[in-house]
Every structure is written in C-alpha cells, then in structure tokens.
C-alpha cells in the first residue's frame, strides 16, 4: 500500500483566478498553461492500518500546517478505494515552497497519482485530474505534460472541470526561464487572494467575462506555434490578473520592484527581437518563456537585474509519472 509519484509545477499562460464554488473548488474561468520539466515534487505515500494519524513531511520536516490539506485530499481517495488508513506521505520539493512557483500544483499533483496508485485504483488521467482540481485547480493541469487546457466545466458535480492536454511538449520545445525575485513564503494564499478579489475588486466580472477570448487567442496561437501571438495573449491576461489583484480591497500585490524590473527587462528583450515573455501568477517570483535559441541571452540579461537571487532553466515537461 505504498508508492511514489513526481509531478511538476505548470505555469500558467491563461490564468485561473476566481471560483464559481468553493466545496468543489470549481474555477469562475478556464485557463492554460505549460508543464515544466526541471523543477518537481516527489511524494511518497504509504497506507498503514498502525497509523493513528495521516503524517506529513515536506523536505525532511515534520509539517503540522500543511497536512491539513494533504488530508482532505487523502479523504478524496479514501472515500474512493472506500478504505479508513491513515497515511504517512514524505514530499520533496527541488525548488522554494509556496513562493509562487506552483507548489500546490506538483504537491498534490503527486499526492494524487501516488495515493491512487498505493490505494490500488485505476484510475484515469481525467479522473486524477478531477481529484487533484479538489484539492488545488492548478494542480489538475499538472496531471497533464507540454500545454494543456483546464476547462470551465458545466456539471455541478465537477466531473467536466478538468485538464486535458493540447499539444506535447516536444511540439513546440520553449524554454522557460524561472527568475527568483525572493524566497519568502508568500503571505497571501491563491485561495485568500481569490476569495477576496471576488468580494471586492470592482473588474471581477469583466475578468469572468473575457477569459473566453483570451483562451481562444491562446489556443491558436499555440495551434499556429505564433510565438509573438502567444506572448501578446500572455502578458496581457498576466496583467489583467495582476490589475484585478491590485483593485482588491486590501490590494494584493505581489511584486516586489524586482519583478517590475524583470518585467521592463523582457519588454526591452522582446523589443530588441528577442523571442521571449514573462507571466507572474501569485507572487513575485517572474518566468520568462522563450525560444530555445534565445535561453541564455535571457538568463544572462535577468541575471543582471538588480534583485534577482538567481534564474533557473526549464524545458517544457511530462506530466505526473510514478517512480
Ligand atoms: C495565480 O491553484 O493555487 O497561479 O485552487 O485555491 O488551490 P486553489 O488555487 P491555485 O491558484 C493558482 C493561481 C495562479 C494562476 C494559475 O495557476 O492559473
């Protein structure tokens, strides 16, 4: 009743910000993203009817806070494989935690295949998607590799709000170069920051209106591999989040001046007949998608903003796989 899973963080190019219901966490907008290839979660997961308690560890420490959340979702297959153990899960992540890189995506990415597969369900890709929505709506995308849709979905019931891939990534291999602005965990949540937006930001729902269009525009860009139609859609919808955050009543904002600069940075880049973009979601740190040609001249270029504490290199990658 054991086993290990890996998944990647996706990042997304449309973005999800807004529930239209919060049992069944299903999004208010569809969204589109990339799965990454070099930064991942691993997680193990063993059933054990000795347990009296589901245990947590992330990179090596005990984690109280966070296994709260591990649980539910464990609930999630549980209910499914209609067994009571408790579980000890062992995480690790090769990249900062809750920083705004997409942690909750790969986590429960992870915990899901891997709980699935100890449970001894069959359980499809669609499924997992499905499950893994539950628990965090980006982690549905991370399920899948290369560029995959999460769709709006209809059913009250969820089982059409889930991901499905577009093309693979060796379809069309871009880079993206992942650009740390700062390593602290960032204070307000996705969930918060949803939840607030919605109560109080005056643009919600022109922002619920649009997303069709931007989803569409991405879609063919990605379908006519138009790289400069990509990113026009791109940074566009990772603005319009971002303006939506700051109209929210506190405002969210989760820049910090390095990712002004690394913003202006790209811009200036792309200007200059560099093939790359930039798209921010909720936190300061910036990921730079470009042309494989282009990779180090854009981490050279990022490296020399001030603020920066590093850059890292990815290729777009698989989805979630046991090991
Ligand atoms: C800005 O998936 O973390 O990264 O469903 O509440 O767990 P919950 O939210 P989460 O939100 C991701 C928000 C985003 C945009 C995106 O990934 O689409």
């Known amino acids: 009743m054991q086993a290990t899973a890996q998944a990647q963080p996706n990042i997304a190019l449309i973005k999800y910000w807004g529930k239209r219901q919060t049992k069944l966490n299903l999004p208010a907008v569809g969204s589109l993203s990339i799965t990454l290839d070099s930064l991942w979660t691993r ?3 063993r059933f054990d009817s000795g347990l009296e308690k589901d245990e947590f560890h992330l990179n090596g420490q005990l984690d109280t ?3 709260r959340r591990v649980s539910q979702c464990l609930d999630l297959m549980r209910r499914r494989a209609n067994i009571s153990y408790c579980a000890a899960v062992v995480s690790e992540n090769n990249f900062p ?27 499809t890709d669609e499924e997992l998607s499905e499950i893994a929505r539950q628990s965090s709506g980006s982690a549905a995308r991370s399920i899948f590799g290369g560029f995959v849709e999460m769709e709006l979905g209809h059913c009250k019931d969820g089982s059409d709000a889930i991901a499905h891939p577009l093309i693979g990534p060796e379809e069309w291999p871009l880079h ?3 650009v740390i602005t700062s390593d602290r965990t960032k204070i307000i949540g996705s969930t918060e920051g949803m939840q607030r937006t919605s109560l109080s930001s005056p643009y919600y729902q022109a922002w619920i209106q649009n997303h069709v269009s931007d989803i569409e525009a991405a879609k063919h860009a990605i379908a006519s591999r138009d790289f400069y139609a990509l990113a026009d859609i ?39 007949g560099t093939a790359a973009f930039f798209t921010i979601d909720a936190g300061p740190q910036v990921k730079v998608v470009c042309a494989p040609s282009e990779t180090q001249k854009v981490m050279d270029a990022l490296r ?13 990658g698989q989805g979630a796989r046991l090991l």
């Open 43 to 45: 997680t193990y997961v």
């Open 65 to 67: 806070i966070r296994c």
């Open 97 to 123: 935690t809750e920083a705004g890189l997409a942690s909750s995506a790969s986590g429960f990415a992870a915990l899901v295949l891997a709980s699935s597969k100890a449970l001894g369900l069959d359980l």
């Open 176 to 178: 993206v170069v992942v």
């Open 234 to 272: 791109s940074e566009h919808n990772c603005l319009k989040m971002h303006g939506l955050a700051l109209s929210t009543r506190p405002a969210l904002i989760y820049w910090n001046g390095a990712t002004v600069e690394c913003m202006n940075c790209v811009r200036d880049l792309r200007a200059s």
């Open 304 to 316: 020399n903003v001030p603020g920066v504490l590093c850059v890292l290199n990815s290729c777009i």
